[in-house]
């Protein structure tokens, strides 16, 4: 799995590199990166949801942590509403 690693890592790089006008191998500001893990070569459609996910941070029922869009689905309401007294 390195290697998949690797290819995610470097697809990202590639694609969002150089939003910062600089190209260094760095990307300076992770939450304007739209990478979609889908489009890596060699990646399971399992794998590459799973970098999606890591990719996008943690998530709160309506938006992400960081402030960037998810692509993740919003979570299930709860079954039953609380009862009120």
């Given at each position: 799995m390195p290697?998949?690693?690797d290819a995610a890592n470097a697809a990202a790089v590639a694609a969002c590199d150089s939003q910062d006008g600089v190209t260094d191998g760095v990307i300076a500001e992770p939450r304007r990166?739209?990478?979609?893990a889908g489009k890596v070569?060699?990646?399971?459609p399992q794998e590459a949801k799973a970098v999606n996910l890591i990719w996008d941070g943690p998530v709160t029922h309506a938006a992400t942590v960081r402030g960037a869009a998810s692509r993740a689905a919003p979570p299930s309401p709860?079954?039953?509403?609380?009862?009120t007294p």
């Open positions: 290697a998949k690693s990166c739209h990478f979609d070569s060699g990646l399971t709860p079954c039953c509403p609380a009862a």
